[in-house]
T-cell receptor, first 117, second 113 residues
Framework: NAGVTQTPKFQVLKTGQSMTLQCAQDMNHEYMSWYRQDPGMGLRLIHYSVGAGITDQGEVPNGYNVSRSTTEDFPLRLLSAAPSQTSVYFC????????????????FGPGTRLTVT | GQQVMQIPQYQHVQEGEDFTTYCNSSTTLSNIQWYKQRPGGHPVFLIQLVKSGEVKKQKRLTFQFGEAKKNSSLHITATQTTDVGTYFCAAPTPYNQGGKLIFGQGTELSVKP
């Protein structure tokens, strides 16, 4: 299994440009999430999905759109990039691991470092 | 909205010293998770605590969940240079058990050899 993959690894955009950050998982996980990580602010949830066709907003959804047409893919769209969206973006997937140590364990992708000038 | 506060933000220790990071919530949590992120890497799941007063150990790491399920701690005994990184706690948003997590701000641990 490749786990959670994200492309691209690095991206530089000009203000006003649009782009899509790709995320895919091959573990058949039902839950997928997008986070942004900024210094001193931890990981903040942007959007979330509980399955194909179902998405929900997180803490900081403004300026971002998502869709989930398949279980595997969960792309994040920036419609009109702003310098405030300069950040590291992580995609994650999770499932309910049953058993003695049951947990909704999240698996993170390697991240996309985005700079908006 | 729900917040999870984590302290301290930074901790610098000498190798062999102990380290503790704390998470606090104003609301009762259904569970709490802990993650580690190495410098330049991505967060990696460490453990989930569910029960009131629960204590779990992973080698030199001890995780505790408070009796009221509003706070949690991670304690590392005798730190090593391999412990370097940022440790995050995370809790599910109300009425969510899976996936939709709120993360604390993280504690960045540096270890001097």
């Amino acid at each position: 299994n490749a786990g959670v993959t994200q492309t691209p690894k690095f991206q530089v955009l000009k203000t006003g440009q649009s782009m899509t950050l790709q995320c895919a998982q091959d573990m058949n996980h039902e839950y997928m999430s997008w986070y942004r990580q900024d210094p001193g602010m931890g990981l903040r949830l942007i959007h979330y999905s509980v399955g194909a066709g179902i998405t929900d907003q997180g803490e900081v959804p403004n300026g971002y759109n998502v869709s989930r047409s398949t279980t595997e893919d969960f792309p994040l769209r920036l419609l009109s990039a702003a310098p405030s969206q300069t950040s590291v973006y992580f995609c994650a997937s999770s499932y309910l691991k049953t058993g003695r140590d049951a947990a909704y364990e999240q698996y993170f992708g390697p991240g996309t470092r985005l700079t908006v000038t | 909205g729900q917040q999870v506060m984590q302290i301290p933000q930074y901790q610098h220790v000498q190798e062999g010293e102990d380290f503790t990071t704390y998470c606090n919530s104003s609301t009762t949590l259904s569970n709490i998770q802990w993650y580690k992120q190495r410098p330049g890497g991505h967060p990696v799941f460490l453990i989930q605590l569910v029960k009131s007063g629960e204590v779990k150990k992973q080698k030199r790491l001890t995780f505790q969940f408070g009796e009221a399920k509003k706070n949690s701690s991670l304690h590392i005994t005798a730190t090593q240079t391999t412990d370097v990184g940022t440790y995050f706690c995370a809790a599910p948003t109300p009425y969510n058990q899976g996936g939709k997590l709120i993360f604390g701000q993280g504690t960045e641990l540096s270890v001097k050899p």
